[in-house]
């Protein structure tokens, strides 16, 4: 894991960049979706070669990029995207009414669907688990539904949301984990949830084995299971992009997930294998602990590094960064540099004023030197632990050792950094996010005070004010205004130092037909056949 996807997704999972042949293209709006062809055969088992292994199978608790990818084939939503990035009904009916001055949300749900215990799908079961979602300990998506005051429900079939004020971003948030319903029966199973989790989805768990793989099975309760053609999926943990690329060309796995530019020659020449190329709506970069003293849920406290007390020595470590050079020599120039954590393909949203800084020794060590900190500054970065992850850690060791940083390299598997990211047990982590449709759901969590993914401890008044009215503004280019300024607030104060937007690059065996990809990078196999 090159830099880690936090599905939170994160710079996770992003071992990325590779593969190649075949280019399928379909546009989407303002971002790509690609489709493999090839012949189908029914009843198959289709394999998938994961970058990272996924958090916990729990849509409350996963932050995982990777989670995320497993999750599509067994946790429907209340809302989806299609390829054009537009947001459509899953377990909804038809998308939200919006009424009492914007803060009363109405949900039809669809009826006659079961989940895979084949208990019932009904209002009852939303709204325990929009609760579970918004108030269990630890929940990772309880900040996105922090103005959700309450849920009621209006007979079996629709779910009532009450609002401490108008929501612009909630059904957005409703297409992803914060819309996940899980069976109330296997909640109240005594268990963990993630150790046997239940949802309604096209295919139903089986069994997960730590470090090595997670296998699903055909839903026999699935209200459109004659869509399904395969009778399994297995994921397979393969961390090293080179491991991925080579059990793909020898058809061990059937897909593979973010391979490395490194291994695009030798895909391409293999005319058994097709590529499907999409350009994300996530970041990658780096997260600085300034205020994460004790633990992401607890009171804020500077840590104590230099980083954490000089905000011009962030400025300085990001001025010693040659974002150019690091998507040629890590990524062979398959990534997209940027300082934003807004993706190139959400046009609407990106700031047209915005111009990233260059490389810049010299005021960078002016920066060092007016820190008055002891030099070389001492910086452990936490980083994957895969190739990619090393030449990104080494190229970013090389380059600020000219402005006066000492880097020493931390490679962390990829669970075991998350948690320590969420602890505080980190100077830098070399992280990123996976991105959302709308922008609150790529930054609310991350930089607000007391975001359940705030792990860099970061806390502006001002960010969060404008945070807090983006969101109760349903005029989108007021939003954008406010976003805009957000950004630039964080842009200065440095919590996160943005690097670049991936181009996931996801292998196929053209045995397999019906893989896609949108432009949340997600690989898409539930339809697939083989």
């Not at 059937?254 to 999409?278: C, E, G, H, Q, W």
């Not at 020595?313 to 150019?324: I, M, N, Y």
Request: hydrophobic share 40%; net charge positive; glycine share 8%.
């Amino acid at each position: 894991m090159s830099i880690t996807t936090r599905v939170r997704s994160a710079l996770g999972a992003v071992a990325i960049i590779a593969l190649a042949l075949a280019l399928v293209a379909v546009a989407g709006a303002s971002t790509a979706h690609r489709s493999s062809t090839a012949a189908p055969a029914a009843g198959a088992t289709l394999t998938v070669g994961l970058a990272e292994e996924p958090d916990a199978l729990d849509p409350t608790l996963a932050r995982t990029f990777v989670g995320r990818v497993v999750f599509l084939s067994l946790c429907e939503k209340l809302y989806d995207i299609n390829a054009k990035l537009d947001i459509v009904p899953q377990l909804a009916a038809s998308l939200p009414k919006v009424s009492g001055g914007g803060k009363t949300v109405t949900i039809n749900l669809r009826k006659g669907i079961k989940f895979n215990d084949g208990s019932p799908f009904n209002a009852a079961a939303v709204k325990i688990s929009l609760d579970r979602h918004k108030g269990l300990a630890k929940s990772a998506r309880a900040s996105e539904l922090t103005p959700v005051d309450s849920v009621t429900t209006s007979g079996s079939s629709t779910v009532v949301l009450h609002l401490s004020a108008p929501f612009a971003p909630l059904t957005s948030l409703l297409a992803d984990r914060s819309g996940m319903i899980m069976s109330p029966q296997a909640l109240n199973g005594g268990g963990a949830f993630a150790a046997n989790p239940v949802c309604v989805g096209p295919f139903s768990f089986v069994s997960r084995t730590a470090g090595d793989r997670i296998v699903l099975k055909k839903s026999s309760f699935y209200y459109a299971k004659s869509k399904v053609k395969l009778a399994g999926i297995v994921y397979r943990i393969i961390n090293e992009p080179s491991a991925r690329a080579a059990n793909l060309s020898s058809h061990d796995i059937d897909v593979a997930d973010r391979l490395a530019s490194t291994n695009l020659p030798a895909i391409k020449r293999d005319s058994s294998l097709s590529l499907i190329k999409a350009t994300t709506l996530g970041y990658q970069g780096l997260t600085i602990n300034i205020g994460n003293k004790t633990g992401l849920r607890n009171p804020y406290s500077n840590v104590g590094t230099p980083l954490a007390k000089h905000r011009g020595l962030r400025e300085a470590l990001e001025l010693s960064l040659d974002r150019k050079v690091i998507n040629k020599v890590v990524f062979g120039g398959t990534v997209l540099p940027d300082c934003s954590p807004v993706s190139p393909v959400q046009k609407f949203w990106r700031d047209p004023k915005l111009k990233c800084p260059g490389r810049n020794i010299a005021r960078a060590k002016k920066l060092v030197a007016q820190s008055r900190e002891n030099t070389p500054i001492p910086v452990k970065l936490m980083i994957g632990t895969d190739t990619v992850a090393a030449r990104l850690g080494q190229v970013i060791q090389s380059e600020a050792r000219d402005a006066g940083f000492n880097i020493d390299l931390v490679p962390t598997e990829f669970t075991t950094s998350l948690n320590r990211a969420d602890a505080g047990q980190f100077d830098v982590f070399a992280v990123g996010f996976s991105g959302r449709v709308d922008p609150d759901g790529t930054n609310y969590g991350f930089v607000h005070t007391g975001g359940s993914l705030n792990d860099s401890g970061y806390s502006s008044a001002r960010v969060d004010r404008l945070l807090d009215v983006a969101r109760a503004n349903t005029n989108q280019n007021k939003r954008r205004a406010l976003y805009n300024q957000a950004f630039g607030v964080v842009l200065q104060d440095r919590p996160l130092i943005y690097l670049y937007h991936p181009q996931n690059f996801t292998g196929v065996s053209k045995k397999v037909k019906g893989v896609r990809v949108y432009g949340d990078g997600l690989i898409r196999v539930a339809f697939a056949s083989k």
